[in-house]
Nanobody, 126 residues
């Protein structure tokens, strides 16, 4: 069964950057839409971004627009989240998730997905 394994968190100064990665442990990710969440599985309303399986479209909540960018690299079997201009209020545990049911060119981060990682901690402080 496909299981995302997110990584790339850490501690940075305000205004700094991090790049999170979401490679899977047990499958090929290119058929899945991938979402990003700031709460663990089972909690609604925590999603803030997703990227379609084709990579044709990305979606972002207001706090992430203009600062965070999701992208796919099929040669590395992963999805990235580039996080720039980080603020203290961005401090949280970040999770990636994956879902087959959206097809090639659509996803919706407002809803939960079926495959989850264990989270990676992002801390932004001076």
């Amino acid at each position: 069964q496909l299981e995302p394994v997110e990584s790339g968190g850490g501690s940075v100064q305000p205004g700094g950057s991090l790049r999170l990665s979401c490679p899977p442990s047990g499958g090929i990710l290119d058929a899945y839409a991938v979402g990003w969440f700031r709460q663990p599985p089972g909690k609604e309303g925590a999603g803030f971004s997703c990227i379609t399986s084709s990579g044709s479209s990305t979606y972002y909540a207001d706090f992430a627009k203009g600062r965070f960018t999701s992208s796919r690299d099929n040669t590395k079997n992963t999805v990235f989240l580039q996080m720039n201009s980080l603020k203290p209020e961005d401090t949280d545990e970040y999770y990636c998730s994956a879902e087959l049911g959206y097809g090639n060119n659509y996803c919706d981060y407002r809803y939960g997905m079926n495959h989850w990682g264990k989270g990676t901690l992002v801390t932004v402080s001076s």
